[in-house]
């Protein structure tokens, strides 16, 4: 769910990697505002340039991950058989990586799943290079003859970028979750044992994107109460003012109440709630990450009718220090925000749902309290199906 997700260029400045502005003009100014993250290994033998750290998935297609690698010829050259691979690599992990689950059924299940890794070579160059990007184009001519530029298309449907606030109570637990890391490295092979000293590993994020031109009808559901003592109901219906938001948008809720019975209705409680499924190790959370109580528009004396709107703004701050509540992947130094709701298509099989390591959902309840002799009758009328779908749609940014 969630709010517009800040921007790569937004966050730059507290990368780890440095943003370098590419082109000069006279005096040496830039000459357009183009910036891209680099990075060199601890040899200072090779540097990477990406234009971003966030790339968007819109459900059926993700933003190739492109840059390029500034390569110290001569330290290639000193072992025989040495060149440049680029690694783009995926997991998902709940609690500690080492710890493993046994299942009633004896089937052990490790905390850490691999879901993707992708191996190129960059230098030597092979023959079958993709096109250039733009932004290749600019930092090979910036760069010189010694860069060379490769390309990951990372696969659609695969897992998003989300952390797991706080798995565990200490404070220096790192926290579960779905991760992409970039690599660029030297090697004689592939799958030689990367070293430190000559590696750049470089963290990502895949982020949901939607297009506001999905927007459906505006989800509704109703619900009706029989109380005992009462020969009619009370009849309610929930409303959504639209079917998809974004980071900091403000969600309207309309009720209407028709309370043909006997009891009188005092207060309302709204809430949204955040459903986190990791689905490899079958464990579900759910956090409260908005609420709002009100007694607007009430008493709903019997025999009344009430129709209000209600506003609440789901915000991290609210609940930042909540267990296992799932964020927006986090970079180093970068705020983050609520996760944002996963694009389960239809079509999906089993295999592909797993591979998509935590599905986040959203969830509205309406909470009634009814006045029920010295008692407050807590009633729940909770937004399945319609109002769920529509709180899935929850995306990081609009797509332009």
């Not at 690698?69 to 060149?83: F, M, N, T």
Request: with cysteine; hydrophobic share 35%; charged share 25%.
């Amino acid at each position: 769910m969630a709010t517009v997700g800040a921007s790569a260029g937004a966050a730059e400045a507290k990368s780890s990697g440095k943003p370098v502005a590419l082109g000069k003009g006279k005096a040496g100014r830039p000459t357009y505002s183009t910036r891209v993250f680099k990075k060199s290994s601890p040899n200072g033998k090779l540097t990477a340039y990406v234009g971003r750290r966030d790339f968007f998935d819109d459900g059926y297609k993700v933003d190739i991950v492109d840059g390029v690698v500034l390569v110290d010829p001569e330290y290639i050259k000193k072992a025989e058989g040495r060149k440049v691979f680029g690694q783009l690599s995926s997991h998902v992990s709940f609690g500690k990586a080492s710890i493993e689950t046994v299942y009633d059924d004896g089937s052990i299940y490790s905390f850490k799943k691999e879901l993707l890794n992708l191996t190129v070579q960059i230098y030597p160059p092979n023959n079958d290079q993709p096109p250039k990007t733009k932004l290749q184009e600019r930092l090979i001519r910036k760069l010189g003859e010694n860069a060379y530029p490769f390309q990951f298309q990372i696969p659609s449907g695969l897992a998003a970028s989300v952390s797991l606030n706080k798995t565990f109570t200490e404070d220096r637990a790192k926290p579960g979750g779905v991760e992409y890391l970039l690599q660029t490295f030297a090697a004689t092979g592939p799958t030689e044992k990367i070293e430190k000293r000559n590696s750049i590993p470089l963290a990502i994020k895949k982020l949901t994107a939607l297009d506001p031109s999905l927007q459906k009808e505006q989800p509704q559901t109703d619900a009706k109460k029989s109380f005992w003592g009462s020969s009619y109901p009370v009849n309610i219906e929930a409303r959504l003012d639209r079917y998809m938001y974004c980071h900091g948008d403000e969600i309207v809720v309309h009720l209407n109440v028709d309370n043909r019975s006997n009891k009188t209705i005092k207060s309302a409680t709204i809430s949204i709630r955040q459903l986190a499924d990791v689905v490899l190790f079958k464990e579900t959370t759910k956090h409260a990450v908005a609420t709002l109580s009100s007694e607007s528009g009430f008493p709903i004396n019997p025999s009344s009718h009430m129709s209000q709107s209600f506003s609440v703004v789901p915000n991290l701050q609210d609940c930042s220090a909540k267990v296992n509540l799932a964020v927006d992947g986090q970079l180093k130094h970068e705020d983050t925000n609520l996760a944002s709701s996963t694009i389960v298509r239809d079509d999906y099989t089993d295999a592909q749902k797993e591979d998509l390591g935590i599905i986040v959902n959203y969830q509205m309840k309406v909470k009634l309290h009814v006045a029920f002799g010295r008692w407050v009758l807590i009633w729940n009328v909770r937004a399945r199906e319609t109002l769920d779908a529509a709180v899935q749609c929850y995306g990081d940014q609009y797509i332009n």
